[in-house]
């Protein structure tokens, strides 16, 4: 086989793997986003937090009761998306403040470690995902690993607010 060969059939290897991936990826699974009853109530856990209090429940609570098959993989999956959603909403509220706040040379310090942390972000929850790509517990644990980090970051960004 010839060296354009392989390219050829590596290439079409890769989008086979890419449309397997999007065609079963949890983060397309659905596009949830977290009621505003559910939200407000993250809000106010959030405001009064201490660390290691546990804020996404109520929106994943919400989504749960709201899935027409709750508790299976796939709501399970669903419903976790869905407080990464709300983190998320957190995360890009904080991110615009600090940054806001920041002298220019922070600015552009900041706004280079939020690119690197997304990119770390995807590509640990991506291998997550690959571990157990056998299993259908990856889409559950790949939606937790997107809770985590991203919580994990909106701690790190309300302390360089706090400064």
Known sequence: MSHSQKIKTGLSG?????????????????????????????????????????????????????????????SITECTMTTHKAWDIILNERYRAVIAASPPNLKLKLQKAQRAWIVSRDADCAAVYEAYIDGTIRGPLYAGCMVEKTSERVRWLKDMGEE
């Open 14 to 74: 890769l989008s086979i793997i890419a449309g397997a991936v999007a065609w079963i990826s949890p983060v397309q699974a659905q596009e949830n986003v977290p009621t505003p009853k559910a939200m407000a109530e993250f809000r106010v856990c959030l405001a009064k937090a201490k660390p290691g209090t546990e804020c996404g429940q109520p929106v994943y609570d919400a989504c749960q009761a709201a899935h027409d098959q709750p508790d299976t993989t796939l």
